[in-house]
């Protein structure tokens, strides 16, 4: 399979399903898009209705669904900024919590959106160590 040869790293440091769920977006829209950038977006956008990056990885979603703006519009719509993977629809609670298993300094006083902003700097940070790392 093209997507299995061509899997994001931090989908190699995740659960099987996570990468089973972007390979099979991928190679679709390889067919029906060929081969590009739109490949690629189409699998992360798959992706991100039931998994959300955390740290250097995806972990599944506690509620499927839409992470940010631009994966609730669809194909279609005007491009929107997304979130980096962060479940930016998600409760605050629960973005909280996520930053609070990250060990982000601060969060007890952050605005839903701020949590957002944090983790997904967080995330980067994370991934970037990784990469380095080689894992």
Known sequence: MPGREDLPSTLLRSPRKAQDTWVAAHDSALRTYGPGRRAQQTAYAALKHTFEKVG???EPKPEPGPSDEQAAGGAGQPERPTRGGVNATASRQHLYERAKQLGVPGRSRMSKEELVTALEKENRRRT???????S
């Open 128 to 134: 970037d160590r990784a990469r380095r790392s080689g």
């Open 56 to 58: 250097d990885h995806w």
